[in-house]
């Protein structure tokens, strides 16, 4: 599915990444499936939830208080820390380029204040780009790893632009669902790369000492854009089918 403001789901302004209302919508998807699903020769007993990167932290969330007929849940490279820990991270290593995206994102927000209170209009950051840049992904590779795992055709087809609303961004500095996944009982599978600079593997670890029945598949040497393509890519889908067969089967 499409999240709301997103494709082809309603909802204003267009490409409002909100995470609270992105965790809505996926308990939205679970109350349909159970809805539905029993007329289309599913078992609504058994529900597996499946996340990637920002996906991730949603169904992780998700599983806080999950639907009795959720069993398992897998998280992909997903983003467990605030942003403003990875940019801490960033300043340590490259702090030069790191300084100039924050300065890009601060006169973003201040070109949104005025857009927003004089001009009524709506203001965009561009949801990845080059480093240094005022892009809401913008490490080395981002740009072709993103725009890499996109379908061909994908911006006509489902109305995807590289565009984010510049509240966006203040909605992701404050989402930190490490926070709060300490309670979930159901059993998880991480998934994390040892180069990954968006979902550092410190902080899916960190997830893995605080969810009593969460397992960790780790990947050394690869990055967060490595796990869609080519056999590593088999490798992962072998262990996520291997795990919800575990728990759905």
Sequence with gaps: FDYATFGQSDGLPRHQIHPTSH?????????????EGATRGVDISKI????????????????????????AVIAQVPHIASPLETILMAMTSTPLTTG????????????W??????????SYFPIVGEPGSAALMQNPGDT???LGI?????????GWKNAATTESGLHLLSYRPLSSISTIKLPVLLISTENDTLCPAKFVEAAKERIKRSELFFFPNLGHFDIY????????????LDFFNTYLN
Excluded: C
């Design 23 to 35: 965790v809505a919508d996926l308990q939205a998807a679970i109350a349909m499936i159970k809805e």
């Design 48 to 71: 597996g939830l499946w996340g990637t990167s920002l996906g991730g932290a949603h169904v992780l969330m998700a599983a806080i208080n999950a639907d009795p007929s959720v069993r």
């Design 100 to 111: 100039k995206s924050l300065v890009m994102f601060l006169a973003g927000v201040l070109k």
């Design 113 to 122: 204040i005025v857009s927003k209170v004089i001009l009524q209009e709506q």
């Design 144 to 146: 072709a790893g993103y």
């Design 150 to 158: 996109l379908n061909p055709g994908g911006e006509v087809s489902s």
């Design 229 to 240: 393509e080519g056999e590593i890519l088999l490798t992962v889908l072998s262990k996520q």
